[in-house]
């Protein structure tokens, strides 16, 4: 594969687990081969609520009465809820190809997630001093990234349709009060998961260049 190009792949629906390891394995195969091209996994998950390495366990407000399994992750933040109408997205990117800046890439993740949501007809915007997107107070999209090697591996959930109340469990990335909200509860329609991944699939193959060259961000 040419390493200047992205990939993006629609997984469908898989387990956390198995995303995981398929993480796992494509970061050691880019970092034993640096020719490999990065890539996007795009997917849905089965319920579950993550956290990041931190001692802080708070936002999980204890775990024995958490509804889902609960995966201890290699990412940064606190904790958070994944399933059914929620678009994953993992990039596998090696940042030594662009310029080996973990803030330049988590503001290109956000950029690329209010550009989406523009399609979609959603003002949204970033906050100072929180990572993710929003849309007015409410939270529409979530970012933990886990970097080996400067590879990167987990990345962004973006509330599409469904169920919320499973965050109401939780602290959300510890974050108190915050209003989880959705591209169906912003809009009133009912885009599938797989739609809007086709959105970001489109966008993330146009903007993968800013990513790799600073002065190309605005």
């Given at each position: ?16 687990a ?22 996007l ?6 319920p ?100 080996r ?40 329609r ?29």
């Open positions: 594969m040419n390493p200047g190009a992205l990939s993006v792949r629609w997984l469908g629906r898989v387990t956390f198995d995303a995981l390891t398929l993480q796992e394995k494509l970061v050691a195969q880019k970092r034993a081969d640096h020719s490999l091209g990065d890539e996994l795009l997917l849905e998950h089965d579950v609520y993550t956290i990041g390495r931190t001692p802080d366990q708070s936002s999980l407000r204890g775990a024995d009465h958490l509804p889902h399994p609960l995966f201890p992750i290699n990412r940064g933040g606190q904790a958070t809820y994944h399933g059914p109408g929620q678009l994953m997205g993992y990039p596998i990117i090696d940042l030594r190809n662009c310029g080996q800046d973990l803030h330049r890439y988590l503001r290109w993740l956000e950029d690329l997630l209010v550009e989406t949501l523009g399609a979609a007809g959603i003002a949204a915007t970033t906050r100072e001093g929180l990572t993710g997107v929003w849309v007015d107070n409410r939270k529409i999209a979530s970012i933990g990234v886990g970097v090697h400067w590879i990167t591996m987990h990345g962004f959930a973006l509330n599409v349709c469904g169920d919320l109340s499973p965050f109401d469990q939780i602290v959300p990335c510890g974050i108190s009060n915050v209003a989880m909200t959705s591209i169906e509860k912003e809009t009133g009912q885009d599938s998961v797989m739609e809007v991944a086709s959105w970001v699939s489109e966008i993330a193959l146009r903007r993968i260049s800013a990513l790799r060259n600073a002065e190309m961000l605005a």
